[in-house]
């Protein structure tokens, strides 16, 4: 038995890992487990660890209070016992837990401060070349974005047919040069040519994740991660029970201890035509149980939606149903499902030929409005053509289109809402009309917004005593115009331009 | 008895008319009755005529056939009986005869020359001072339009405060002074002060809708006459059933022998509060009894659609129910109801504040080609403020937004549309595919609209054999680029703008 002090701080909400020699021989990523208790006053937690190559076991525990902890390691690859002590310091400035539902519909850091979300989407930005990846951080670095949705498996597609710099298991794949946009769709799945051992993890692949995670979060931004998928040419989404299962448990290992970790379980779940809906209760069941500290937990669809009132969903993860109509449908899935409405994906921003990858600037920036007003959190994702093929949407890179900007502007009315945030209300039949999500509401804050529609003045009344400030908002010019003050009812002159909104605040 | 010979030319789907003297005294528009028999070879129709002051009664007949016919008239006012004959002459360069429903989804006048509609609403054009009637007469020679909505009472509602030319009764109105912006939904209805005898119509408002019905008729505009509507201060909105059938009875009686009347029961017939779905179905028999020559009828809701699939009705006539789709609901309203769609109000063009009333001109034209390519009839109104408080969807005169020159483009296309009119076919799921309406297709003609979507390139493939002529029209810009002649499965460039269409027609 060895006994160790871990003497790095660690803060609470941070990485506590302990490494531990152990063996390779055989299938170590199946031959042996390794499992960890932390205890503190306010927390005992059992984690799993993982084999990390070359002997090395890893693992990880994020502690969720300011105190002291003990643990106590053991692993089948050895007689020792592995135990120690560390102290959970106070949290740095930018870290503010682990993302959680609150009131409901909204979401805010363990630490009680809102979480207003503005997504975006970039599937192996991690998997493009070193530069690239660099690029893409640094293009979030100066976004609005505090969340970005990206896949743990390469991704074979349209303007994807190029290796990744890994793979996640041990063994080669298919030859890519066969590929051309015009035959790839008939090497999807397990094509003849692939030779991966599904029981044997590539540990440089998710090294490289770990840290890729690790940069998001010192950035503030939340790493949705895809587990699975159906855009594959690797036989990554056709794998046996089994294999995958071992593959959400070594996942879950690895990176359940990084706060800004969200588990999307699929993108496009309905696409991966060889797992039915047991498959997908079992793997959550498997994150329930392996991930401790109850990270956020969803699905995202193709075509109809996963059912989310199930109660491991903690939130809706969206792709719109209807070409017309997306962040419009809002308050209805608010309805339905009683929890966040987060919209995955509700077209991009570009001019491909694909019809879901080129509606305008405009257009974007007017389903994130809806989406905010009507209480629901909007996700962008980008797909202009370009010389090098390079798209935000997969790649990463850097953002050509119109709407990022105007996601700064939003984020700025977004951060000042009264916690937790907007709810739809009644208003006009024509406008989008919103106010604090609380019952009785204690803030006299209103926000409307009328989208494409062009009016050239509006009358409000709320009641007779308040002051009203009142301020007009172009969310494409990116202008605030304060009107002053006003009380009962009173009429606003608008611009007759699309895409305003008004915000109006009583004194409290 | 006394014997005429009508010497006048009348041609085919002209107007016959023959005044009587007849009895002035007590209340010739319900103590006394005239009839009058049309028989040629081909056809022998009885219709009412009607009172026109003066102790004169009239009778007005439409032929249908290029034949001689004779007539016989009795009026209760006298003892005599009117007789007499008239040759119908072949109809002159622009008179194609009443529109009919056409192939189901279609219309086509009776001489089979098909008929592309492109509504407009002016709701009381006709009804306002003399010059500004003018106006509207020469800006709508200048349109596309070939079909106005067009009100016979006089309308009450916001900009629509005033007094109208005349009324449709003799009496006196109440004070119009005591109206404000604030205060006029106070008085809808039958407000105190109106003093109307709903029994005795006055001549002249009828008088000049007959010259204004002729106008448009000259014009080759379809006059889609508003029968009924709730947008009243005078009382007319809720007479007794009894002058209801009388004024439904007199309209008919005055202006059916008009080729381009069409029915349209009411405006917003659910607004109507009074009236029950037995009304309307009454209205809708005595016009089935009472038209002999069988024009179009419908009725335009505002919330609930009336039950289209009603036998007497020959087209749907709506009013969008959602927000943010109207157009795009083309399909559906075709596959529910198996008639024409017309699309009578998608909201209006401008910038009021109301919510009906201020879409952009772009929004307008996209959900035109969204409807005709779907296989229905777009309809255009609009509603910009302006210091004369002038607005083409009410009073006519000029016309200041954006889309009217487009439907000029559009008509264009429109009218090269092989008959009937197009159809929606089975596309990508992001685009809006039509071809031409008919089973099995003799046309291998095809027309594709990207609405908001931005794609930079389409490939198509419809044979090995053809040849296809491929034009890339941007509908907003109204450019057409021929791109020449394609076989098989071929690849078209695309501007990655919005609004774009593709038209590709194969050798026949």
């Not at 030779?195 to 490289?208: A, I, L, P, S």
């Not at 587990?227 to 029970?241: I, L, P, Q, T």
């Not at 917004?449 to 009142?470: K, L």
């Not at 003050?485 to 409290?508: C, Q, T, W």
Request: contains cysteine; aromatic residues 16%; proline residues 4%.
């Amino acid at each position: 038995m060895s006994t160790w002090k871990y003497d790095k701080t660690v803060e609470k909400w941070g990485v506590f890992e302990a490494e531990m020699p152990g063996k390779s021989e055989g299938n170590p990523f199946t031959d042996y487990t390794v499992r960890g208790t932390f205890k503190s006053k306010n927390e005992t937690k059992t984690v799993d660890g993982f084999y990390d190559g070359n002997g090395t076991y890893r693992i990880r525990f994020m502690p969720s209070f300011e105190e002291a902890y003990t643990f106590c390691i053991k692993g089948s690859f050895s007689e020792e016992t592995f135990e120690g002590s560390f102290t959970a310091t106070a949290p740095s400035e930018n870290n503010h837990g682990p993302v959680r539902v609150s009131h409901r519909y909204h979401l805010a850091y363990e630490d009680g401060k809102p979480y207003y979300s503005i997504g975006t989407t970039c599937y192996v930005w991690e998997l493009q070349k070193e530069e690239l990846q660099k690029k893409t951080l640094e293009t979030l670095a100066e976004s609005a974005f505090n969340k970005i949705r990206f896949c743990i498996f390469p991704k074979h597609y349209d303007y994807n047919l190029g290796e990744p710099i890994s793979y996640p298991y041990e063994g080669t794949p298919m030859d890519s040069s066969v590929l051309t946009t015009e035959n790839f769709m008939d090497y999807v799945g397990c094509p003849e040519g692939n030779n991966f051992d599904y029981k044997r993890f590539n540990v440089k692949h998710f090294q490289h994740i770990d840290k890729c995670i690790e940069k998001l979060m010192d950035m503030g931004i939340q790493a949705d991660l895809i587990v699975m998928h159906a855009y594959d040419r690797w036989g990554f989404s056709e794998m046996s029970a089994e294999c995958d299962d071992l593959y959400w448990k070594y996942l879950i290992a690895r990176t359940s201890a990084f706060r800004n970790v969200w588990w999307s379980l699929a993108n496009e779940y309905d696409l991966l035509t060889k797992k039915t809906t047991e498959d997908w209760e079992r793997y959550a069941s498997i994150i329930c149980e392996k991930d401790v500290y109850g990270h956020l937990r969803s699905i995202h669809n193709c075509k109809p939606f996963y059912d989310y009132s199930r109660p491991w969903v903690t939130h809706c993860s969206i792709q719109r149903q209807d070409l017309y109509k997306s962040a419009e449908l809002v308050n209805e899935w608010r309805e339905r499902y009683k929890k966040p409405v987060i919209l995955d994906e509700i077209a991009y921003e570009g001019n491909i030929q694909h019809g879901w990858g080129n509606i305008s600037g405009k257009e974007m920036t007017r389903r994130f409005w809806e989406a905010y007003l009507r209480g629901g959190y909007p996700g962008h994702g980008e797909t202009y053509l370009n010389k090098e093929n390079i798209l935000w949407w997969s790649h990463g890179g850097e953002l050509h289109g119109e709407s990022p900007e105007r996601f700064l502007f939003l984020k700025r009315f977004m951060e000042e809402t009264p916690a937790p945030g907007l709810r739809p209300m009644e208003g006009q039949w024509d406008e989008v009309a919103a106010t604090v999500d609380e019952f009785p509401s204690r803030h006299k804050y209103y926000m409307f917004y009328y989208s494409f529609m062009r009016p050239s003045f509006r009358e409000y009344y709320f009641d007779d005593e308040t002051e009203y400030e009142v301020e007009v908002i172009d969310t494409w010019n990116m202008t605030v115009e304060n009107r002053g003050k006003f009380k009962g009812k009173f009429k606003i002159e608008l611009p007759g331009r699309e895409y305003m909104a008004v915000r109006i605040r009583g004194e409290e």
